[in-house]
């Protein structure tokens, strides 16, 4: 992650975020050589927010994990068997 200043934000905000936008860079924003807030892409934003969401469902966290170990176990059917035993 790239640190900045928060000066050097002020002078380089319309380059800064073609790059957080285009590039799915981060920017940590120092004040006084001290970290007080991140810049990150409306898309990574949106991803963190609907992770928080999902993970805030009771037993979530649980049944990620047991498919997994399912995956992991070569329990599953693929995309393809999915449609041929659908068609």
Do not use: H
Not at 49 to 60: V, Y
Request: aromatic share 4%.
């Amino acid at each position: 992650m790239n640190i900045i200043a928060v000066s050097d934000l002020r002078m380089n905000l319309p380059s800064l975020i073609k790059e957080v936008s285009n590039k799915l860079k981060r920017f940590i924003i120092t004040v006084s050589g001290k970290p007080k807030a991140v810049v990150i892409s409306i898309d990574e934003l949106e991803s963190l927010e609907e992770t928080a969401e999902i993970l805030s469902i009771p037993g979530a966290l649980k049944k990620i994990n047991e498919s997994k170990k399912q995956v992991r176990e070569g329990k599953y059917i693929t995309l393809e068997e999915l449609e041929k035993k659908y068609k």
